[in-house]
């Protein structure tokens, strides 16, 4: 027996057994039970050959088309996929440690990071960049093969406690809260947010355990304790009685599976919820977790890797049109081009070019290379014929941008027949601070306003989230961000346009109470996420949520609009528990 003390953050007792997540660089760690050591293995090498299927699919288009001489960029990557050092070591790592394939994955590929990173030479040093892509390629392609937490969770018996390294929403949303009764976090750094996101979900949880995910074995059976902070690792018989009669009713807590249709708070505001989507094998999500339409397609992961001219106007055409016919009659809003200048070929691509100058990117971006743009809505005009499109321009700073956006599309409509340009609707990402506080001088030029937050806040805060000095920095609760967010539903209301969210603030539980009271009424999110917050909409008031935001936006800092949220969930007239009893 061995007792652990954290911060209690959500109250009650809960008896179970320990399932352990770590997550790093958005990568989950999960330990799997030996009998599922050859299955994730076969995962691993499913993936390897899709990922030398595409990347030689790849290379076949690049050498029949412009920047042909970037074809022996694939033939690089196609080495590696086959390098010992990258797939190989990934199976001893699974089979030696009994993980999941996606982070022996990502082990393996540190290991390989290090080796390129120590090279003399400027050239093999940059090849780094290629051993990313081919690992985010196979972590993208394990994705559909091997299984997630979620399955994995499903197969122990009886209740669990989750011990985590921390509890982003990312993966809180992929979790089945049936089966897993509380959570403890190593974590003490967001401890705010994971106390909110505990008392969004009304799950015990306790926070600030330094290394409880390292020390406890998966399997072992625990007590938490969510009001003292006590967390007891494998109790005592005389504990476990104990823990039974002080228990908190088991509960039988309904799935957040498959619910699907128009969700409503408690007092009657209905919230549309949408799905963020990057492949188009994602769309089986959609319908399983009940998503309204596609409230952001990025296009520009059809590219994978390849230049951005090679992508014909017909390939374009034909993935569109398959995306919008899935979805109809739902509305699918696809997202042009968001790149920067690597995704270019021609002279200077390779390892300077990847230093890419910023801000030329997103829309400013089509608009310097015309001939891209215009290919893309040639390819979206043809495809609007088969159902309901909205096209989304990114990264829009000024109104100048979204008028020349317009009147290329505007050309480009008046050369089809049969095109009815009413129908099509053109929308504006908001994600700069620029386009934020002239929301108002924006909105007439548009149909639709899209709040992209993961770059709004990284732009806002002036926090790059890659670089880790400043990483702690990019915080969604900053009063600057949720000013922002108000200005620009405001213009939206005042103009009548609608006006949604899709940034990562929208997957979050801990956060989509607020967001309701600012305003907002659509968000669109990873599919994964959308059950969970239909939950919690579904037992908000959106009164009390519009109170709880009104007196948060006249607070100075994150930290006391965090303790603030916090504060107004334990009292909790603004939301019930988002599990029926
Ligand atoms: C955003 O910036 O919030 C967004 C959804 O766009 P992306 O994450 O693709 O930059
Ligand atoms: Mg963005």
Redesign the pocket.
Same mark, same amino acid.
């Given at each position: 027996m061995e007792r652990l003390t954290g911060i209690g953050v959500s109250p009650g007792v809960v008896l179970g057994r320990a399932v352990v997540l770590t997550q790093r660089t958005e990568v989950m760690r999960f330990p799997i039970p030996p009998e599922r050591v050859e299955q994730e293995v076969a995962a691993l090498l499913r993936s390897q050959a899709a990922s030398r299927q595409q990347l030689q699919d790849i290379k076949a288009r690049v050498e029949h088309g412009p920047g042909s001489e970037l074809a022996a960029l694939f033939d690089a990557q196609l080495l590696m996929l086959d390098d010992p050092m990258l797939v190989g070591r990934a199976e001893s790592i699974v089979r030696a440690e009994r993980v999941n394939a996606a982070w022996a994955v990502h082990r393996a590929y540190e290991e390989l990071y290090h080796v390129f990173r120590s090279m003399e030479d400027p050239y093999l040093r940059e090849r780094e960049t290629d051993v990313a892509d081919v690992a985010g390629r196979l972590r993208l392609n394990l994705r559909h093969g091997a299984k997630g937490p979620k399955e994995l969770l499903s197969e122990v018996d009886g209740p669990s406690v989750l011990i985590a390294d921390e509890l982003t929403a990312s993966v809180a949303a992929q979790l089945d809260w049936s089966r897993v009764q509380a959570f403890a976090t190593d974590a003490g750094s967001r401890t705010y947010h994971t106390a909110i996101l505990a008392r969004s979900l009304k799950v015990p949880a306790i926070v600030g355990l330094h290394d409880a995910s390292l020390r406890i074995a998966a399997g072992t059976p625990v007590v938490l304790d969510g009001t003292t902070g006590e967390l007891t690792v494998a109790p005592t018989p005389a504990q476990i009685d104990e823990a039974h009669r002080r228990a908190t009713p088991p509960r039988r807590r309904r799935a957040a599976t498959t619910a699907a249709g128009p969700v409503s708070t408690t007092d009657g505001m209905r919230i549309r919820l949408e799905a963020?989507i990057e492949l188009l094998e994602d769309l089986p999500f959609l319908n399983e977790h009940g998503a309204e339409g596609v409230g *952001?397609y +990025?296009s520009e992961f059809m590219l994978s890797g390849r230049p951005i001219e090679s992508v014909t106007e017909d390939d374009q055409y034909a993935l569109y049109r398959s995306l919008i016919e899935q979805v109809a009659p739902r509305p699918v809003t696809i +997202?042009t081009f @968001?790149v920067d200048e690597r995704h270019f070929a021609g002279p200077g691509r390779g390892p300077e070019r990847r230093r890419t100058r910023p801000g030329l990117r997103g829309l400013r971006l089509g608009l310097a290379n015309p001939a891209v743009l215009r290919t893309q809505l040639r390819a979206l005009v043809r495809a609007s014929a088969h159902g309901p499109l909205r096209i989304m321009f990114?990264f829009v700073t000024a109104v100048e941008e979204v008028r020349d956006a317009r009147k290329m599309l505007a050309e480009v409509v008046s050369g089809f027949s049969g095109i009815d340009p009413t129908q099509l609707k053109v929308g504006a990402?908001i994600?700069v601070p620029s386009a934020a506080l002239a929301a108002d001088l924006l909105a007439p030029e548009v149909d639709f306003f899209t709040? !992209?937050?993961? @770059? *709004?806040i990284q732009f806002c805060l002036a926090v790059d989230r890659t670089d880790d000095r400043v990483s702690d920095l990019y915080e969604p609760l900053h009063p600057a961000v949720l000013r922002l967010i108000r200005i620009v539903r405001r213009a939206a209301t005042r103009h009548h346009i609608p006006v949604s969210l899709? !940034?990562?603030m929208a997957s979050d539980p801990a956060l989509v109470g607020l967001l309701v009271g600012l305003g907002l009424t659509e968000f669109s999110m990873t599919p994964g996420a959308i059950p969970i917050i239909r939950h919690v909409v579904e037992e908000l008031s959106a009164t009390e949520a519009r109170r709880l935001a009104s007196h948060a936006l006249r607070l100075a800092t994150a930290a006391e609009i965090e303790q603030y949220l916090f504060d107004a969930l334990a009292a909790s007239p603004f939301q019930r528990s988002p599990f029926r009893e």
């Open positions: 963020n *952001l +990025r +997202r @968001d990114p990402m994600e709040i !992209g937050t993961n @770059d *709004l899709c !940034g990562e």
